[in-house]
């Protein structure tokens, strides 16, 4: 059996982190699958899907190690031929990469005790957003 699904967001951009764990739960609840898997896709070159302790303290060093490795406010290609100042947000996301699949058993993702699912926008504005779901198995 296959359940697709979407899951839309408002995002604030600039390495906004947003927990998607429970919304991914009641999809899979929704698609009464109890053993397979689920993907989450994030649609959009500036945004990505992972794993992460989801507490405020490591949320902002998540933030904070992106603006070392992949800094804003440098010369980047894209922004030379587009304009749009957002070259360092495709190169976030393509870092940490666009999507994440979970083993479900009796109807549970299998995640850790401080494992959530995050959706990361990383680009430089407001966005809606959306991310699609497929739940496999049966």
């Known amino acids: ?9 408002r995002t604030n951009g600039h390495c906004d982190v947003i927990d998607i764990t429970g919304r991914l739960s009641e999809q899979i609840r929704a ?3 109890r053993n397979g898997t689920v993907t989450i896709f994030a649609v959009g070159s500036t945004a990505a899907i992972g ?3 989801f507490e405020s303290g490591l949320t902002a060093d998540f933030k904070t190690v992106w ?3 992949i800094p804003k406010g440098i010369v980047y ?4 031929a587009w304009g749009d ?24 993702m299998t995640l850790g005790t401080w494992q959530q699912v995050m959706y990361v ?10 991310a699609v779901v497929q739940i496999l198995g049966e």
């Open 1 to 9: 059996m296959v359940h697709s699904g979407t899951i839309r967001l």
């Open 31 to 33: 698609s009464g699958i």
């Open 67 to 69: 603006d070392r490795l």
């Open 85 to 108: 100042g957002n070259g360092h947000s495709h190169l976030r996301a393509s870092m940490l990469g666009p999507s994440l699949t979970i083993p479900i058993i009796d109807g549970r």
């Open 51 to 53: 794993t992460i302790e």
């Open 77 to 80: 290609q894209h922004d030379q």
């Open 121 to 130: 926008d990383f680009d430089n504005r407001p966005r809606s957003r959306e």
